[in-house]
């Protein structure tokens, strides 16, 4: 077993005691630290710094010289995998990803085959590699990737989508070509977070950011029953411990019993769902992560402690919450803020924790 001086996440992902509530945040390598940015202007363009692994662990190492986080997670991106699928992804300013390939038709799926993670996302392999080094049990490395439905969404749409009119419409209409292009997803996304695994992560994160667009039915079609095949294909044990897995489908508090049953181990929370009625929604089958909103921290640093203690409250005494952001931290938020609500939740909690 490799020795960790803070397990502290580990364990609370598996409602195991901890002494204070552990908190990372989602995005916490990124623009709104001037070290990230000075580093993303060397590298030239956000590929290759995903793609530079001395650089990815660069970036990922430096929200943990600032702040007491628990965790780090390897900086990288969600659309590596259809990337890798050569559907020739790249970023316009202000408008973020997009590909000059997209999925159009039943012949552009067929094309699809899950990539080599030794060769095409070598890459990600090594970032996690390094930084699990660099770190040297600090704290633990979590790896990640977006989910099927979600990656799906990217490579129909072309980019991001206002409506997911393209998606959607393959979706209705050709659903079992949908299928198709799912279940290739799925054997990508388990190829790809075993491969993680093996380099060294000790939790891994599914983001199923585009989840909440679905109706119910068609979420449990169509985005949940393939991250609960993903789950059933991973490694779950790596270095002689668990390797724990957290599911976030941002908009998805309604489905929190649903999501709690498909193998996992932790369930993220935006801000929507009071994690009081999300603790009951789940119980005790799974912990929580989350739920403050990001924009909590444009607030000044007395507001942003009286949240925090309004999350700690709200999901009251006992083991199985990890602190969080809804979803990720702003480009704009004043660093500052983000160490005062990494303080707030180590000072605060620690009674919730001493039952």
Known sequence: MSELRNDRYLRALLREPVDKTP???MRQAGRYLPEYREVRAKAGDFMTL???PDLACEVTLQPLRRFELDAAIIFSDILTIPDAMGLGLHFVAGEGPKFTKPIQSA???AKLGVPDMASELRYVMDAISVTRRELNGDVPLIGFSGSPWTLACYMVEGGASKDFGKVK????DAPEQMHKLLDIMAQSVTAYLNAQIAAGAQSVMLFDTWGGTLSTRDYQQFSLAYMQQIISGLTRESEGRKVPVTVFTKGGGQWLPL???VG???????????LSVAREAVNGKVALQGNMDPCVLYANKARIEQEVASVLASFGEGEGHVFNLGHGIHPTIDPD?????ID???NLSVPYHQG
């Open 23 to 25: 908190v990372w945040v």
């Open 50 to 52: 995903c793609s530079t």
């Open 107 to 109: 012949a552009d799926i």
């Open 169 to 172: 419409g393959m979706m209705f």
């Open 259 to 261: 999501i709690a049953a």
């Open 264 to 274: 996992c181990d932790a369930v993220g929370v935006d801000w929507t769902t009071d």
């Open 337 to 341: 803020h983000m160490g005062c609500l």
């Open 344 to 346: 707030a939740v180590h």
